[in-house]
């Protein structure tokens, strides 16, 4: 992905944080309505705790039932694999 392409992810993965964060809906007066001040540190707080507090079980058993239709023998194991896969992309090189 070139610099120009990365810029434009960016901006359209803040478009839709705020569309997502409901500041649109907040009183008029409110600081953070019309604004993006604070959305990406609220955003990774949320991301955060929410994969610290992750019910991998239960998380493994949605992708099972989500992959079931392919009705394949080993869609336990790919489910796993592909879990395994968000939690590398998540974390980045730092954090593996």
Not at 18 to 25: A, F, I
Not at 55 to 69: G, H, I, K, N, P
Request: glycine share 4%; hydrophobic share 35%.
């Amino acid at each position: 992905m070139n610099a120009q392409q990365l810029d434009q992810q960016r901006a359209d993965m803040m478009d839709a944080l705020y569309q997502r964060s409901g500041r649109d809906e907040l009183p008029y007066g409110h600081p953070l309505r019309s604004t993006y001040t604070g959305l990406w540190q609220e955003f990774a707080l949320d991301l955060a705790a929410n994969f610290r507090d992750t019910d991998y079980t239960e998380m493994l058993s949605r992708v099972v039932r989500a992959m079931d239709a392919t009705e394949s023998v080993m869609t336990q194991k790919q489910a796993q694999q592909a879990i395994e896969v968000c939690r590398q992309q998540l974390l980045g090189d730092k954090w593996r």
